[in-house]
């Protein structure tokens, strides 16, 4: 049962890093003063702030977490990442994603044995 707290708490270091990576798309969008403002802004200052976050919770987890488990937790950036795009950009979600967003699911499933 403790190791599935510290899986989950690795799951939450893999959204809170997803919506780093989409604070620095935003960011990147954005048209800037200058080229130091690309790099230095609120965005993208929160979005380091919050990735070094999931990495200390990362570090945190895996003394609790199966190694063998962490691959399989980790793929669900991708699915975080297409979900939040489709939410804040407004993207298009391709069937080719729908598929390998499914698969990643269906793998998951498959391996913890739900």
Do not use: C, W
């Amino acid at each position: 049962m403790q190791n599935n707290f510290y899986a989950l708490f690795l799951l939450l270091s893999v959204f809170i890093s997803a919506v780093s990576q989409i604070l620095l798309k935003k960011s990147a969008l954005e048209t800037h003063i200058s080229v130091i403002y690309e790099y230095v802004n609120a965005k993208v200052i929160i979005a380091y702030l919050l990735f070094f976050t999931a990495v200390f919770i990362d570090l945190f987890a895996l003394r609790y977490v199966s190694v063998s488990l962490v691959p399989v937790i980790e793929t669900t950036s991708y699915v975080f990442v297409i979900a939040m795009s489709k939410i804040v950009f407004k993207e298009k979600i391709t069937p080719l994603q729908l598929v390998g967003m499914g698969l990643i699911i269906v793998g998951i499933v498959i391996f913890i044995g739900v």
